[in-house]
């Protein structure tokens, strides 16, 4: 609803008392059909909202009903009079009535204002505690993104074939995990100041500040190193290296960025130990302890490898038995120390004399084979004819006596010679035999 202006609110009751004074002046015989008109006033009032001015002019309404009977110039002046003190009466009935209105409606909007205001704070309150709530519901779930992709790259970490992969994925993790970082891993002994501290006393480093730090003077850390850490890194209880991590902001690095970092450093140095275990327990597995060479099991292992590939890219590959000539003669002539040598200097001989990608291995006893990848019976033929001169024109000399190895070779190619492996196998051993009984030292591939 409009409210009436300043203006408004005092030009209406003038020209209501205006209006009514000028009627009363014209016929002041009938005031009494006009002295109601008065009511006018309240109503303006109850419209306007006004409450002060309103009892002036109640006042002045009340003195007014009761002097016009006795100015009226004619008539039965009591009859006027009660009838003035009637209408009066009516007026402030009706003044009564509106103020009574006007009360209840204020109190009610009254009412209102406060249950908007209560509501508007409760929802005051309730967006403050959503607000709260999101920024706790986004803290959260940062929380377990981080900690999820710490999972994720631990595992990840832990799956690594090679100790320098190991290496590779503990510094991604860390730069990953502390965005805007510098992340160093330093292999050896200690450089700096840092390290030392680390060294000396097998725990973490964590600078938060390094301007308020007392342990430290400021200058020995660098520009660009407000927060800082450092970290030992292990490897079978021995320190092998550290980890670094410094920001250019104070208290960048907390509590529980420097376990997570510990944690990652730990797993490291266990995967790293786990890959070396593992390899030295493959290589006990697969590796001669004598000669150094294969073993008769992984030589079955690879010949099965060459011939799934040869099968799928038509391509031939051979296999070379080898055996010493005479081995129990060094055995009983020089001492089984003479027969180590031997086969130590035949596996030499041998690994020396093929390619990267050929295999060779300890078949069992003075007993060798050889994997020729890619070859024909004819290359390997060669290849088993180069070792045997390079061994015979080997010297040795056992207890001051100048001797000579000689060895035999069988050849046998896949798959013309052998469809399967153990076929391959014996057709080469066959053909050794070939070669000892036709005076050995010599190769056979037919």
Request: net charge neutral; aromatic share 12%.
């Amino acid at each position: 609803m409009t409210r009436p202006n300043a203006f408004t609110k005092v030009a209406g009751p003038a020209a209501i008392v205006g209006a009514v004074g000028w009627t009363l002046w014209l016929w002041p015989a009938h005031f009494l059909w006009v002295y109601p008109a008065s009511g006018a006033l309240f109503l303006w009032f109850s419209w306007s909202g006004e409450r002060e001015i309103k009892y002036i002019f109640l006042f002045l309404v009340t003195v007014a009903g009761f002097l016009l009977p006795n100015l009226s110039p004619e008539g039965d002046s009591l009859y006027l009079m009660a009838g003035a003190i009637a209408e009066t009466l009516g007026l402030w009935l009706l003044f009564y009535a509106l103020s009574h209105f006007e009360t209840s409606r204020v109190a009610a909007r009254e009412r209102l204002y406060a249950q908007e205001a209560a509501a508007l704070e409760k929802v005051k309150n309730l967006e403050d505690e959503l607000a709260r709530y999101r920024l706790h519901l986004d803290s959260t779930l940062a929380r377990i993104r981080d900690k999820g992709a710490l999972a994720a790259a631990l595992h990840d970490m832990g799956s690594a074939s090679a100790p320098d992969e190991v290496r590779d994925r503990l510094e991604t993790l860390l730069r990953e995990y502390f965005p805007g970082a510098s992340v160093e891993l330093r292999t050896g002994a200690p450089r700096d100041f840092a390290d030392n501290w680390v060294a000396e006393r097998k725990i973490p480093l964590l600078v938060r500040n390094s301007d308020a730090d007392s342990r430290f003077n400021r200058s020995l850390f660098g520009p660009q190193e407000r927060s800082f850490m450092a970290l030992p890194l292990y490897l079978f209880g021995r320190l092998v290296g550290f980890v670094r991590a410094s920001a250019a902001a104070p208290d960048r690095f907390k509590s529980e960025d420097l376990r997570g970092a510990e944690l990652a450093c730990t797993l490291a140095g266990v995967s790293m130990e786990n890959i070396y275990l593992f390899d030295k327990v493959n290589e006990l597995a697969i590796k001669d302890g004598l000669t150094g060479l294969y073993t008769h099991r992984a030589f079955q292992d690879r010949v099965q490898e060459e011939v799934l590939r040869s099968a799928r890219t038509k391509v031939p590959f051979s296999i070379i038995m080898a055996d010493i000539d005479h081995f129990k003669s060094y055995n009983d002539n020089f001492g089984h120390q003479a027969g180590d040598t031997v086969l130590k200097a035949v596996a030499e001989v041998f690994a020396g004399g093929v390619r990267d990608i050929d295999f060779v291995s300890r078949y069992g006893g003075e007993e060798f084979a050889l994997v020729i990848t890619g070859s024909g019976k004819e290359q390997a033929s060669a290849v088993a004819e180069g070792l045997r001169r390079s061994l015979e024109a080997r010297a040795f000399n056992f207890g001051g006596r100048p001797s000579r190895v000689t060895a035999s070779f069988g050849v046998a190619e896949f798959p013309s010679e052998g469809a399967a492996a153990s076929q391959l196998v014996r057709a080469s051993d066959e053909r050794l035999y070939k070669a000892k009984e036709g005076g050995r030292n010599r190769v056979v591939f037919e």
